[in-house]
């Protein structure tokens, strides 16, 4: 297993500019979740999603969307990007539907943007 | 809304030694996760805490739950320099959402 794969590695976008951060899991997880890791501010849910064709606002949505057709991929896409928009994004899968599993998030490799 | 303090945010130590990391969360939250970041790299799952009076070890680390004072502590034995990662921990929102708040994070430090 591959686990949680993301793409692009590293990005630098202009302002203004549009871009989609791909994320795909194989582990056949039913849950899949966006966040942005800011210095010192540890992680913040942008959209999560319980399975495909649903998906929901976190914390800090705006200047984002997300689609989810497949069980297995999750892009993110920014539109309009800011410099705010500046942050390492993480993907992360989990399984919930067992009582009493643990439902543990795994997270993808991360892709880091910039935006000048 | 569930939120979690992590302290200290920074922690620099010794090999040798023992220290406590302390995760504080205001709300009832029914699930309680450590992770640990290496700088540049993702986070991979340490501990998951399911109940009061949860005790979980690996290796020189240790992690317990106590439900009634909303409180998890990260226990470090003997700390050597492969220990050094910036660890989180993260509560799950109650309500089957499946969603977690993590703390902003400890980084560990510990020094030959």
């Known amino acids: 297993n591959a686990g949680v794969t993301q793409t692009p590695k590293f990005r630098i976008l202009k302002i203004g500019q549009s871009m989609t951060l791909q994320c795909t899991q194989d582990?056949?997880?039913?849950?899949m979740y966006w966040y942005r890791q800011d210095p010192g501010m540890g992680l913040k849910l942008i959209y999560y999603s319980v399975g495909a064709g649903i998906t929901d606002k976190g914390e800090v949505p705006n200047g984002y969307n997300v689609s989810r057709s497949t069980t297995e991929d999750f892009p993110l896409r920014l539109e309009l990007a800011a410099p705010s928009q500046t942050s390492v994004y993480f993907c992360?899968?989990?399984?919930?539907?067992?009582?009493?599993?643990?439902?543990?998030?795994?997270f993808g490799p991360g892709t880091r943007l910039t935006v000048l | 809304e569930l939120k979690v303090e992590q302290n200290p945010l920074f922690l620099s130590m010794q090999e040798g030694k023992n220290y406590t990391i302390y995760c504080n969360y205001s709300t009832t939250s029914d699930r309680l996760y450590w992770y640990r970041q290496d700088p540049g790299k993702s986070l991979e799952s340490l501990f998951v805490?399911?109940?009061?009076?949860a005790v979980k070890q690996e290796g020189r680390l240790m992690a317990s739950l106590d439900t009634k004072a909303r409180l998890s502590t990260l226990h470090i034995t003997a700390a050597v320099h492969d220990l050094s990662a910036t660890y989180f921990c993260a509560g799950r929102i109650q309500g089957g959402s499946e969603k977690l708040v993590f703390g902003k994070g400890t980084k560990l430090t510990v020094n030959p």
């Open positions: 582990m056949n997880h039913n849950y």
């Open positions: 805490l399911l109940s009061n009076g």
């Open positions: 992360a899968s989990s399984y919930s539907g067992l009582a009493g599993a643990y439902n543990e998030q795994f």
